[in-house]
C-alpha cells in the first residue's frame, strides 16, 4: 500500500477547513447579522426557532418597505386579536418592551399586511431590495374593476395581492384601492395558470378569497414584540368589518348585455327620475347608518343593481330592507328631521312593518321589514283600503357589499335566489306594468288584519 503524503492530507484539510469558514461568514452576513434584522438572541421569550424566524422575516420585511417609504399598516386577524387583548398596555407603553414575543412569534404560516394602493409608486426597486435580501415574492393582478363600465378602459389590470416569502414563512401583502363611495376595496386573489400553486399555502390566507370593502381607515403606531408597526386605530371596528367585508361587483358585462336587448331610456323624465333617485337612496344610506341600522337594497332597487347596474327608470321609487331584529323606533324622527316625511305605516313591529317616506316630487323610499320563519326570510304588504295582509317569501340569505350610485350598500350576496324568488326566472325581462298584490314570485295571502287594529296598523298620512 502506498504512502499517504502527508502534505496532500493537510491541504485538503486546509482547503475543506476554508471552504466552511466562508460558509459560515456568507449565512452570516445574509442572515444572521443585525444589518439584516435577525438578531436571534433579542428574540425575547420565543418557544421554538421557527417562531424566532417568523420574527426576523417580519423585522426584514418592515425594514424593506421603511427604507422604500412604502407604508404598510397590519391587518393579520391572529395578530390584531391577540393586540386587541392586550391594547391598552401596548399604547400605554412608551416603547413596547415585552418580556416575551408574544404576538409576531404566534404560530402561523404568514403574516398579512395592508397597503393603500395612492401611497405607493409600484417601484420596480422595492422588488429587487427584497431578492437581495433572500426573499422570493410573488405579484397577483387582475382587471381594475372601477374601469369596467367604461368600455375603452376596461380590461387594464392592476396588482391586488403580493407574497414576499423568506424562509419558511410568507408576508401577505393586501393592495386597498379607493372607491367612489368613500370607501376602500381589495380584489380577489384569483391564481393564473403560470403562477406557482404551492408557492404558499394560498387557501389559509385570510383576505383574497373574495373581494372585500372597508372604511377608509385610521391607523397609529404601536411598538410590537420590539418592532414598530402600524395597525387600525378602531381595533374591534376593523375585525367586525373583516368578517362582514365581503364585496359583489356590479355585473357590467351582463348590463351591456342586456342594455343591447333593451336600450335604456335617455329621456329627460328617467334622466331626472334616476337624478332624484340617487339623491334619495344617498340620504336614506347616511340616515340609516348615522342610526347603525343595516339595511340593503330590495324589491326593483335591488333588480335595477344586479340586472342593468342601474336604477330602473319605470321603477318610480327606492326599496330598501331591514331585519326586524334592526328596526328602532328613533327611524321615523330621523328621516323627519332629515326632510323626509312619513308617507304610510302599515303592520306592526311584530308583524308585517313596512314604512314609506315622500322624497322630491313623486319618489318615495319605501322600507320593508324581513322576518325570519324556519327556513325562509319574509315580509310584509298591507293593502290599506281592505285590511289584506300579504307575505313575500325569500330563502333565507346573507349581505354583501356591492357599489352602487356611487354609495357602499349592501345586497344579498345570494341576489340570483332573492331576485328569481321575487320576479321568477324571466326577470332579466322588464315589465312596465306591476300589481305588488299579484305580479311577485313569492306573494302569498296573508289574511286580513282584524278592524279593530286599523287605526294602528293602517296608517296614511
Not at 66 to 84: F, M
Request: net charge positive.
Amino acid at each position: 500500500m502506498q504512502r499517504i503524503n502527508k502534505n496532500v492530507v493537510l491541504a485538503l484539510l486546509t482547503l475543506t477547513s476554508s471552504v466552511f469558514l466562508l460558509f459560515q461568514l456568507y449565512y452570516y452576513k445574509y442572515y444572521l447579522s443585525p444589518k439584516n434584522g435577525a438578531v436571534f438572541s433579542k428574540v425575547k421569550g420565543s418557544q421554538s426557532g421557527q417562531d424566532g424566524i417568523q420574527w426576523h422575516v417580519i423585522k426584514k420585511f418592515l425594514g424593506l418597505v421603511s427604507s422604500h417609504n412604502v407604508p404598510v399598516y397590519l391587518i393579520d386577524p391572529l395578530v390584531l386579536g391577540l393586540i386587541q387583548k392586550d391594547y391598552e398596555q401596548l399604547s400605554s407603553s412608551s416603547d413596547g418592551m415585552s418580556p416575551e414575543c408574544k404576538y409576531f412569534c404566534a404560530a402561523r404560516d404568514f403574516t398579512t399586511f395592508a397597503l393603500l394602493d395612492k401611497t405607493w409608486k409600484h417601484e420596480v426597486s422595492l422588488f429587487r431590495a427584497a431578492e437581495k435580501m433572500g426573499f422570493q415574492w410573488l405579484k397577483i393582478q387582475n382587471k381594475d374593476p372601477r374601469l369596467e363600465g367604461m368600455d375603452d378602459l376596461s380590461g387594464i389590470e392592476i396588482p391586488l395581492h403580493y407574497i414576499f416569502k423568506l424562509a419558511a414563512h410568507a408576508i401577505h401583502l393586501v393592495v386597498f384601492y379607493e372607491r367612489n363611495g368613500n370607501y376602500v376595496w381589495h380584489g380577489p386573489l384569483r391564481l393564473k395558470q403560470n403562477i406557482d400553486k404551492k408557492f404558499v399555502p394560498f387557501r389559509k390566507l385570510h383576505f383574497g378569497r373574495y373581494a372585500g370593502a372597508y372604511n377608509k381607515p385610521e391607523v397609529l403606531q404601536l411598538s410590537i414584540d420590539d418592532l414598530k408597526v402600524q395597525i387600525p386605530k378602531n381595533l374591534s371596528q376593523f375585525l367586525e368589518e373583516m368578517s362582514h367585508s365581503r364585496f359583489l361587483e356590479c355585473r357590467y358585462r351582463e348590463a351591456r348585455g342586456f342594455f343591447q336587448l333593451y336600450p335604456d331610456d335617455a329621456s329627460l323624465d328617467a334622466v331626472e327620475f334616476r337624478k332624484k333617485a340617487k339623491a334619495l337612496l344617498h340620504l336614506a344610506a347616511l340616515t340609516l347608518n348615522n342610526l347603525g341600522v343595516r339595511f340593503w337594497l330590495s324589491s326593483g332597487t335591488c333588480l335595477g343593481w344586479y340586472r342593468q347596474c342601474n336604477i330602473i327608470p319605470y321603477s318610480k321609487d327606492v326599496d330598501l330592507g331591514v331585519f326586524i331584529q334592526d328596526y328602532k323606533s328613533d327611524i321615523i324622527p330621523a328621516f323627519q328631521k332629515a326632510g323626509l316625511p312619513l308617507k304610510h305605516k302599515f303592520g306592526k313591529v311584530e308583524d308585517s312593518l313596512e314604512l314609506s317616506f315622500q322624497g322630491e316630487d313623486d319618489v318615495k323610499l319605501d322600507i320593508f321589514f324581513f322576518y325570519e320563519d324556519g327556513d325562509h326570510i319574509w315580509n310584509g304588504g298591507t293593502q290599506a283600503k281592505s285590511g289584506k295582509k300579504f307575505k313575500y317569501l325569500f330563502p333565507k340569505f346573507t349581505l354583501c357589499w356591492t357599489e352602487f350610485v356611487e354609495l357602499k350598500v349592501h345586497v344579498p350576496c345570494e341576489t340570483l335566489r332573492y331576485v328569481e324568488a321575487n320576479y321568477g326566472k324571466d326577470w332579466k325581462v322588464p315589465v312596465k306594468v306591476w300589481d305588488w298584490k299579484s305580479s311577485p314570485s313569492n306573494v302569498q295571502y296573508n289574511g286580513m288584519w282584524p278592524v279593530d287594529e286599523w287605526d294602528d296598523v293602517i296608517q296614511v298620512y
